[in-house]
Every structure is written in structure tokens, then in C-alpha cells.
């Protein structure tokens, strides 16, 4: 986002993902971790190991449950400190757990067999654009410039106002991801994530097993497309499918019915928000 | 060895290469950990907690140092019990840790910076085989064949005395594997494998950084290659080179310059040890 390289759970391999995909691990600075399976956190080990191995002396930012400081603090008595220190963060629902000048962070309460999280990553609100041939044609000087960019309206030397949309390009909208699992299903999470422009929402089960996934708290198909739906999510990733399923489609054909931009997701896929302006009205 | 299935070492992502190369992670019973650095058993934590997800109830077998032990469980106060029981064994260098009815495994005490073994596989000495023309010519009884068998002479009933040798087959040899990692040289390793069939012997770095290895208590490939012809293996392979060089073929024929017999390994690389009979004198 914006330059800055969030990763987002970090099971067994990451590292070698990573390098498969042609990503340098020294690049990332902040890692959020869901919850502590197995399957989304015995990866940190190792690439925190091969940080330390590789010369890193930044400070490396872990976000998740409070459990995860305990489970690598306890890891590090074995195996030795690192040459790097590490911050920790601790979610808390819906309080911005990570904020720099252009975006933020939210942790999500999900529902699941442990304390699990999931993070909206979002933009923040930008300055307005200003039209450049505004500047020339009322001879705005740098404070008038600065005022506009704020989105107030233009008073001329002869006292007629001029409407900020007026000298102002249409903002660019602020772009959002949603990373949500693993979760049973939750009606109150589409309010959290109104608008999100990318949601990844687990899909575990088909709805022909609705009943497993209630009982091991993960989602259907038709679930994570109702999440999305009720969201108006711009486009909806699904993945995290049992090994008990052949096929991908059915997964695809199940939620597709609910709400259509849905794609399943694979190893090494990679997903662009391009910037786009808000309509003017 | 002769249908068990031993895993040596159990690094990030060793779940994912036994898949890729088409062995069931459920064959494995015994896992030999060398020692507790990452890069030799952060692949541990994932591969036992799939063994559970598979149904596995069977015993698993631990062999390593005695940190092992509490390094597992500490890791299992966290993630959780097993639906399967846990055996460990702790290394006694020169102790056999590991036996059957045909094979036996010994820890061999490294040089390295933690406390760190390398393991021994070795075949037992197996019954002998009897000559079946030798049985119609001599009219040998079951009592006889038995005797045989354990290496004993046979008297016919005219008093002759017919040597075990004219009666048996040569022996098969009993074949053994050697896997030394990580280890700063040791010149008292190679009465350790005296004539071992095949050595895996680390090689981290080249002879002009011998400084290096002998700090960071690793081997050049020339140390591996002396190790092997003390020894008078029958192959070397090595391995764990350190990415600071930019081929193997530099390990290959430093190497080779002392122990012609020798191989650079590469992930999924497989070797055979077929069965020969001693050469009869």
C-alpha cells in the first residue's frame, strides 16, 4: 500500500514464497498475524531467523492477539535473540492498531476457535487535487493554493466566490483490502468493511456442509458471498477450501449466485487497486 | 532401511518437499533431529501438526538432544495436544539410540555451536545364507541348517568335516549411511564410520575460508573430503553450501581433489544402496 509492504499471516513457507515471487523480505516492516494455528503463523520462525541472517537492524513490527508476544518470546529462549528488535502490538477490535501519513490499519473480531482477528487495510482521506488551470485563471497565490487543497471555496480580489469543486479535480477514491479469516459467519462484520474495495473472505465448506462449518466455526461459499454482498464489496476473493473438495468451481458457481465478482485465490496471485476518482455529482 | 522410513532433520517447508516428491509424511515413525537451529527443525511444528490433521494415532518417535524435549512441549502449550503420542529419545554419542530387528541407528557428537549429533544408520549383521545345493548334497536336517547359518562347520555322518564356508553364500555386506551436520572439522569422526557406504558431510565453506568455518564451527569441502577418505567411505555427498559462493562446482573439485568419489546434493535428489555380497577370499 502506498509503497509500504504489509504481510498478512505467515504460515509454513512464506519465506520460501516470497523468493519464488520475487519479494524481498527485508522490505516488509510490519507483519499482522490472524490468529495462532499452525497453518497461518509456523512460517515466522524462519523468516524471522533468515531477517536476522540477512543483516536486518530495523525494528520489525508484529500485530496480532496478545498470545503471539508469549509464543515468540517463549520461541526466542530456545533458539536465541534476533539482531533486530521487535514491537509489538496488540489487537483490539475496531481501534486502528497501525497508522502512517496515507493509511491505517483495522483489526476485525472474527469468530473462531481461538482469539482471531481480521485487518482492514484502508486509505486515508487525501488532499484535494488542485486544477492547475484554476491556479492561472484566478492567480491563486501558495496560501489561496493551500486553503482550496483543504476544501474550502475561492473568494476573488473583486469578492465573487468561487466554488472549491470548482478549482478542484474530483479526489481519488480511498482505496481498501479486507483480510478476513479463518471466521464462522458473522452478520455484523459488513458494516465494518462497508464499501471495501477487495475482500478476501475464507470459504472453507460448501453450503452442502453447513452444518461442519458451524461447528469448526469457518464459512461456506454462500456465506462469504453474503458478507460481501451485504458490504457492497467491489470484488470478492475467496480461498482456504477443505482438502475434502475436487473442485475449485463449485466454490466459484455456489458464491457467483450471490455475488458475482468472486474469484478463488492462489499461491503467488496478485491483485491491483488502481486509483480512481470519485464521480462528480 | 529395508521398509522403515527414518527422516533426518525436519527444516521449513519439509512437509512441502516430502509431497512434492511423492512420500507419505504418514510412512514416517522415527525423526532423528541433529540440533535445535532453525534451519534444521522449524519444519517440525508444521509436519506434526498435519500428521494429526490426517488422523494419524501412532506413536511418533523423537530422536535429538535433550533440549528437543522441552522444546516440543513448550511449542505444544501453545498450539495445543496431539491426538497422537510423542516418544522422544535422547542422544548418547556411541549409544545405539535406534534398533530393529535389522537396522540400528547411532548419534556421533559434532563440533557445532549448539549441542549437535549426526547419525549413524547401519544394517546388522544378517544370518547367512545357506548354498541350497549344499543342503541335497550333504542331506542337511533342519538342526543342521541352523547351524549353518550361524557360521558352524558341518561333520557329515562319515566324520568329514565340511567348512561353513562351502555351505554358505557369500554374505550380503551390511550397508550403512552416514549424515555428519552441522560439524566444524573433526579428525576423530572418521573411526566413528569406518568404511560407511555413504557419507553425507557438510560443506559450507571453500578451503580459502577455512577462517570462517572454523569459527562458525562448520567444513570446507576439502575437511568433508578428508573425513571421507579417513573413513574410507564408499561415496561423499555434500551439501549446505554457503550462498556467499556462486556454484557447487568450485565444492565439487576442491573436493575432488582429495575424495574422487563425490557429489554435490540438491533437494529431491535420491541414492540407492543396493545389496552385494562380500567377496568371497
Not at 24 to 50: C, E, K, W, Y
Not at 121 to 130: D, G, P, S, T, V
Not at 133 to 160: C, F, M, P
Request: proline fraction near 4%; hydrophobic fraction near 35%; include cysteine.
Amino acid at each position: 500500500m502506498n509503497e509500504r509492504f504489509f504481510l498478512i499471516d505467515c504460515g509454513e513457507g512464506t519465506q520460501i514464497q516470497l523468493r519464488k515471487n520475487k519479494l524481498s523480505p527485508a522490505r516488509i516492516n510490519h507483519i499482522f498475524i490472524s490468529h495462532l494455528h499452525g497453518d497461518h503463523v509456523f512460517g515466522l520462525f524462519g523468516l524471522m531467523s533468515s531477517l536476522g541472517l540477512m543483516g536486518r537492524k530495523a525494528v520489525l513490527n508484529l500485530y496480532g492477539p496478545a498470545a503471539l508476544r508469549d509464543m515468540v518470546e517463549h520461541h526466542l529462549e530456545f533458539f536465541g535473540p534476533l539482531p533486530y528488535a521487535l514491537d509489538f502490538h496488540t489487537c483490539k477490535a475496531g481501534t486502528p492498531i497501525y497508522e502512517d501519513s496515507r493509511n491505517e490499519v483495522i483489526p476485525i473480531r472474527l469468530k473462531h476457535r481461538t482469539e482471531t482477528y481480521g485487518y482492514l487495510f484502508r486509505e486515508k482521506a487525501r488532499m484535494l487535487n488542485i486544477d492547475k488551470k484554476a491556479i492561472d485563471r484566478y492567480n491563486l497565490g501558495l496560501e489561496d493554493i493551500k486553503h482550496v487543497k483543504q476544501g474550502k471555496d475561492h473568494q476573488t480580489d473583486s469578492g465573487e466566490i468561487i466554488s472549491n469543486s470548482d478549482l478542484t479535480l474530483p479526489p481519488y477514491k480511498q482505496r481498501s483490502y479486507a483480510f478476513l479469516s479463518d471466521t464462522g459467519y458473522d452478520p455484523g462484520i459488513p458494516e465494518l468493511i462497508r464499501e471495501v474495495d477487495l475482500l478476501y473472505h475464507e470459504a472453507t465448506f460448501l453450503e452442502a456442509d453447513s452444518d461442519l462449518a458451524r461447528q469448526t466455526l469457518h464459512s461456506t461459499a454462500s456465506q462469504a458471498a453474503m458478507v460481501a454482498k451485504e458490504a457492497r464489496a467491489g470484488k470478492l476473493l475467496i480461498g482456504h477450501f477443505s482438502t475434502r473438495y475436487k473442485s475449485e468451481n463449485d466454490f466459484i458457481s455456489e458464491a457467483g449466485q450471490i455475488f458475482e465478482n468472486v474469484t478463488a485465490v492462489n499461491d503467488g496471485d496478485r491483485f491491483t487497486l488502481d486509483l480512481t476518482r470519485v464521480r462528480k455529482e
